[in-house]
Every structure is written in C-alpha cells, then in structure tokens.
T-cell receptor, first 117, second 109 residues
Framework: GAVVSQHPSRVICKSGTSVKIECRSLDFQATTMFWYRQFPKQSLMLMATSNEGSKATYEQGVEKDKFLINHASLTLSTLTVTSAHPEDSSFYIC?????????????FGEGSWLTVV | KQEVTQIPAALSVPEGENLVLNCSFTDSAIYNLQWFRQDPGKGLTSLLLIQSSQREQTSGRLNASLDKSSGRSTLYIAASQPGDSATYLCAVRFNDMRFGAGTRLTVKP
C-alpha cells in the first residue's frame, strides 16, 4: 500500500534554533499534504494544508512565519519550525492525499516528536 | 467549520466487557469517517473506514456505524482485552480530515 515517510521521527533542538521535518510520499504523487500538531493528551489539530507549487493555507491561529511549509515537489513537503521555543515541543504528523482529486485516499506519516530545550 | 466531538473522553472497563465509543460531527457533507487507534507516544493506526454511502464496517471485534444525516458514528468493541487500551480517534473527511479529541480507553485485566 501507499506509504508516507516522515523524518526525523524524533528531534531535540535548542531554543532559538530552527528545525525541519520532512514528509515524503514514497510510491505515489501527492498534490496536497496536510500538517497536524498534537500536544500531550490532546487531539490532532490541523495546522496547514500544503499544495504543491503554491503557498500553504494555514488554519486560524497558526503563525505562518513561524511554521514555514514548502511543497516543492509532488512527493515532498517540509515543515520548518523557526526560532523554536519550548512551547513548540509537540508531536507533528503529516498526511498526503494521493493524486489531485479531493476525494482520494489520505495516508498518514508516522509522526515526528519535537523537543525544544 | 467542521467540529468533531467524542464521548466519553475517558473510559475504564474490566476485561471482557463490550463497549461503545461515540463520535458526532456538525457538517454532514463528508466523504468518509475513519476510526484510528493511537498508543502512547505513537502515530496513528487506522481501524475502520466508512464511506459516506455506507452504514457500517466490521473488522474482527470492531464494528463502526455511521449515520451521516444525524452526524453520528459509533465504534463498538466486543469482548474487550487489555491490549485494546489506547486512545481512539474519530476523524471525518472532506477536503481535509478533522479529528475529535479522542477517547482514552483502559481495559483492566
């Protein structure tokens, strides 16, 4: 079946630095990818919708300048947490929608644990 | 904006009990509804996917129902086991997926 690979699975960074998380669709093309954040004991919250070749659409309350999303190819979207702070520590998970039709199947990555110290 | 609610937030049952988890959503214009399991510190495991035209799906001891018109879904777990302990998430799909807050299930031996 279709696989979405997310890397790194765990990362620790110092406060004030930036960290990049990659989301790759390994055996299909994904015009659209989604980024979610999950704080401890809370549910997944959609942060942004990433569209290949265009700007991401951010959900209300998500700072676009802090969470930079780049979707430069049909198989790769990246999320960069800029000037990370301890409150950005969270579980980040991506998903990718196969093809370009809105109703196509969505596949999830394994997630990335970010700890900012 | 689609809102997804799950009840109860937490549930603790003795092993062997049958149980029902509830999910409700505000916008019935969905492609499908999906139930996931999430173990502590882990990603998502898909359990059941119900298309908008379907009423229910079954897999082993799990049965999920969907009533799109009333915006409700239930996940029925038969003969619960300690290994079923996890957080169960309901997600509804339109252009993106929206998740409920989850039900944290504990099955005691």
């Amino acid at each position: 079946g279709a696989v979405v690979s997310q890397h790194p699975s765990r990362v620790i960074c110092k406060s004030g630095t930036s960290v990049k998380i990659e989301c790759r669709s390994l055996d299909f093309q994904a015009t659209t990818m989604f980024w979610y954040r999950q704080f401890p004991k809370q549910s997944l919250m959609l942060m942004a919708t990433s569209n290949e070749g265009s700007k991401a659409t951010y959900e209300q309350g998500v700072e676009k300048d802090k969470f930079l999303i780049n979707h430069a190819s049909l198989t790769l979207s990246t999320l960069t947490v800029t000037s990370a702070h301890p409150e950005d520590s969270s579980f980040y998970i991506c998903s990718a929608r196969e093809g370009s039709s809105a109703g196509n199947t969505i596949y999830f990555g394994e997630g990335s644990w970010l700890t900012v110290v | 904006k689609q809102e997804v609610t799950q009840i109860p937030a937490a549930l603790s049952v003795p092993e062997g009990e049958n149980l029902v988890l509830n999910c409700s959503f505000t916008d019935s214009a969905i492609y499908n509804l999906q139930w996931f399991r999430q173990d502590p510190g882990k990603g998502l495991t898909s359990l059941l996917l119900i298309q908008s035209s379907q009423r229910e799906q079954t897999s082993g001891r799990l049965n999920a129902s969907l009533d799109k018109s009333s915006g409700r879904s239930t996940l029925y777990i038969a003969a619960s086991q300690p290994g079923d302990s996890a957080t169960y998430l309901c997600a509804v799909r339109f252009n993106d997926m929206r998740f409920g807050a989850g039900t944290r299930l504990t099955v005691k031996p």
